[in-house]
Structures are given as structure tokens and as C-alpha cells.
């Protein structure tokens, strides 16, 4: 098993920047791919950001250019730098990680763009 703990989120205003962590822990091994997904209110979870065992990153289009995921492969923690924020980035933020895809996931972190 692999646990996941997402930190970092909370109420920014339009412009601003947070940056999230993902701590992993267990059997890290059995994962090649972490990414962040995002689920706003009313909406369905979406990709935002995914980075392989091998460096390999994809962002979405709509946050490319403002959002960078990283890997910290001695802390087993994977981050995403949030730049340039706007409203309709308010979400909860979730971390999920796994062999080919999200297998497993955290219980997510909640960010808030507003004024």
C-alpha cells in the first residue's frame, strides 16, 4: 500500500501563488507515475499535472504555463508550484499516484482563489 498526505492549500487572492506537497509513504516502489488532479464544486475530478519515475512531465492546457509539478526523490515528495492563480482554480487539490495512473490517493488539500 502507499499513502498519500497533500498540504500547502488554503485562500489566495487572483494573482497570488501556493505551492502544494505531497508526502508519500509504503511500498513507493510500485509507483512510476504522480500526478495532482482537481475537482471544483459541481464538477468532475480533472488531470492537472503529472510527473514519471523518469522526469517526464504533462501539464493541462488550461493551467500550462502557470503550474509546475517536481519530484523530490529523496523525501518521496512531489510538489506543485501554482503561479499566477485565478478564480476558477479553486478546488480541492488531490495527489495521486500509481503504476500507469492514479491507483492511489490522498485525501486532498482544498485551494481557494478569491479577493
Known amino acids: 500500500q502507499v499513502q498519500l498526505v497533500e498540504s500547502g492549500g488554503g485562500l489566495v487572492q487572483p494573482g497570488g501563488s501556493l505551492r502544494l506537497s505531497c508526502a508519500a509513504s509504503g511500498s513507493t516502489f510500485r509507483i512510476n507515475v504522480w500526478g495532482w488532479y482537481r475537482q471544483a464544486p459541481g464538477k468532475q475530478r480533472e488531470f492537472v499535472a503529472h510527473i514519471t519515475s523518469g522526469g517526464v512531465t504533462n501539464t493541462a492546457d488550461s493551467v500550462k504555463g502557470r503550474f509546475t509539478i517536481s519530484r523530490d526523490n529523496a523525501k518521496n515528495t512531489v510538489s506543485l508550484q501554482m503561479n499566477l492563480l485565478k478564480p476558477e482554480d479553486t478546488a480541492v487539490y488531490y495527489c495521486?499516484?500509481?503504476?500507469?495512473?492514479?491507483?492511489?490517493w490522498g485525501k486532498g488539500t482544498l485551494v481557494t482563489v478569491s479577493s
Open positions: 495521486g499516484a500509481g503504476r500507469l495512473g492514479p491507483d492511489y
